[in-house]
């Protein structure tokens, strides 16, 4: 029996020590770390391509982790000879609102954001990598479900909802991504140039976290199937613009 007890004891140790590692999983949502890569950028911008290509590179690297990149065109680029077609000033405003998290004294292309915590430019490899492997050492506490439907044609339908979020000053962003594009560049810095594209960002949606099953609706381009797109959420503090959780969704 003295050979025995020890044992025992062991065993019951470790079943605990298990019992409480899943408990705290349960409760932090996911131990998997994960990376959203926000990229501003423009076509009308000879310094952008670079940052484009570089995330390209990124995303296949990481394909099989919890890495987004996402491409937000700005348009303050587009009066200065070419209009970008992916431009809108909702991503304008949007890195604004870092600039003023980061205390910038002014915004520019291309500028690369990781989890809301970090900026600098968005053509720095080294910088980059460094920044997502540090986040990919921490889990994160939240927990997004999604359920992506074409419901109608041209009509992509979102049903969310989040766990593990208590803060007031937390919202959720849902953007619809179109996975890819290439454009002939006709006029300014890039004239002559064919430019490839990831992950564009076409629309972009801020609602209240719920627990609860809410819905939320985004048009398809003219002409866009929704073998084109998918859809990308994350969590986000509204005050500090730290991102604490992250997935995405194919449409169905």
């Not at 996402?70 to 000879?81: A, I, N, Q, T």
């Not at 492997?133 to 479900?145: A, D, M, Q, V």
Request: charged residues 25%; glycine residues 8%.
């Amino acid at each position: 029996m003295k050979a025995i007890f020890p044992v025992i004891v062991l065993l019951i140790s470790v079943t605990v020590l298990s019992a409480n590692r899943l408990k705290k999983q349960e409760m932090t949502g996911t131990n998997d770390g994960f990376a959203l890569v926000e990229l501003f950028t423009s076509e009308g911008c000879s310094s952008c391509p670079p940052a484009d290509e570089l995330i390209e590179e990124v995303q296949e690297k990481y394909s099989g982790k919890n890495v987004i990149a996402l491409s937000y065109h700005v348009d303050y680029w587009d009066r200065l000879g070419w209009k970008d077609p992916f431009s809108s000033a909702d991503f304008t405003n949007r890195q604004e609102y870092y600039g003023g998290i980061f205390r910038l004294n002014s915004i520019y292309t291309p500028q690369a954001v990781i989890n809301g915590e970090t900026e600098f430019v968005g053509s720095n490899s080294a910088k980059l990598i460094s920044s997502i492997e540090e986040r990919l050492k921490t889990g994160s506490p939240i927990e997004i479900k999604l359920n992506v439907l074409l419901k109608t044609p041209g009509k992509v339908e979102v049903i969310y909802s989040t766990g593990g979020s208590s803060s007031k000053q937390e919202r959720l962003f849902i953007a619809l991504v179109q996975k890819a594009a290439t454009n002939k560049i006709k006029r300014g810095e890039n004239e002559g140039r064919t430019l490839h594209h990831i992950n564009i960002v076409r629309d972009f949606s801020s609602v209240l976290v719920s627990s609860q099953e809410e819905t939320a609706t985004f048009n398809l381009p003219p002409g866009m199937i929704r073998e084109d797109f998918f859809v990308a959420a994350f969590v986000q503090n509204k005050t500090t613009g730290k991102i604490t959780g992250l997935t995405k969704m194919a449409v169905k």
